[in-house]
């Protein structure tokens, strides 16, 4: 087994990645700590991947933005919403959804990092975490639009 060293995350000066304006912005630092992202994954990487994360959650939620900007919103967190711990529901629901997105897309590239058959293996046996971040993600944004997580139909 290889040793790996990373950085301390209160070494790691990372800024705040600015969003559209009607969706929040992403705290890169708070990312790497949420998702338990070690210094392996470099600022600039893990900065890619929650761009295209906000990107895939802003698209999906194009709809509702626009529909709340209709109502007079001009930012999520104006959006009538319960809050705990001082934090609007809406807000966290699309920062889960962000975070899981990125944190796949990141588990999902693991083979780049190890390509030895070890490296492979340990791919191979993140395929269920992956599936789970991105059903976590799909459920935030159902969360924040107020859809059911699930449709059944009889037949």
Request: glycine share 6%.
């Amino acid at each position: 087994m290889g040793f790996i060293a990373a950085q301390k995350n209160d070494e790691i000066l990372e800024p705040i990645i600015k969003n559209s304006g009607f969706w929040p912005d992403i705290d890169i630092a708070d990312a790497r700590i949420a998702m338990r992202i070690d210094g392996t994954v470099t600022s600039p990487r893990l900065k890619m991947a929650l761009i295209a994360a906000m990107a895939s959650a802003n698209q999906d939620l194009r709809k509702y933005k626009a529909k709340q900007i209709g109502l007079g919103f001009s930012d999520l967190i104006e959006v009538d919403s319960d809050t705990i711990d001082g934090q609007n529901i809406l807000v966290g629901h699309y920062i889960r959804a962000v975070y899981c997105l990125a944190k796949a897309n990141l588990t999902e590239r693991y083979r780049d990092f190890d390509s030895t058959g070890d490296g492979h293996n340990k791919a191979d046996q993140l395929s269920d975490p992956i599936e789970d971040l991105n059903r976590d993600a799909r459920w935030a944004i159902r969360d924040l639009i107020g859809s059911a997580r699930a449709t059944v139909e009889l037949l």
